[in-house]
């Protein structure tokens, strides 16, 4: 496979997951979360889609290029950084189920955490493979960091 074709791979993994994600989020968001209490600087429901659908698309890329360095000699990092890879995809999915499938703010927050760490040695592999795949994936981190305050902001609001 070329480059392009395992970016272009990656990159529609990680829109389907964004997709199946926001099937566990649609029905919450118009039912649940607009009653539950929220901080001042909870951004406003429309944002989260183009927000999101640019980082899954950065992730993509990000995973393509580190994907693509398989056979150099860094095969073994970048082994390793794919698997942190999708351990923080899932971990990505997981936490619209915990939050808005389970409408469980706390087991979000505990989750959210680890998936920040997970995104965070992501990076730190992605960054050793490909300097420009880990600069992809700091809005991520900073976005997730974001929700990561949100969240325990909405736990905090709500217990």
Known sequence: MNRYTRILVLTATCLAIGYFSSLVTRPAVESWYPLIEKPSFNPPNWIFAPVWTALYVMMGIAGGLVWHEIDSPKKEEVKKG????????????????????LKNPLLALFEIVLLWLMIYETYVKFTKINRFSGYLFIPYLLWVGFAMVLNASIWWLNQ
């Open 82 to 101: 794919m698997l942190f890879f999708a351990i923080q995809l899932a971990l990505n999915a997981l936490w619209s189920y915990l939050f808005f499938g």
